[in-house]
């Protein structure tokens, strides 16, 4: 993000960003529910992925204001 000059380019960088962290939580879920991953695995991750995503959404927030 540091490249982009506007802040309507950090925003729609963000959007991606977030869009893709629920593509990646669905993709997680696949991989459980076909056996790829433990379960307790998979919970690992999406707990984090989900931290991740809630900082996205607050750096979106702050870009905003």
Do not use: H, V
Not at 45 to 51: H, V
């Amino acid at each position: 993000m540091a490249a982009f000059d506007s802040n309507p380019q950090k925003i729609s960088k963000l959007r991606i960003a977030i869009g893709e962290s629920n593509e990646t939580e669905f993709w997680l879920d696949l991989c459980r529910d076909t056996g790829e991953l433990q379960k307790n695995k998979t919970d690992e991750y999406k707990a984090q992925n989900i931290e991740i995503r809630k900082m996205l959404i607050g750096l979106l927030k702050s870009i905003n204001k």
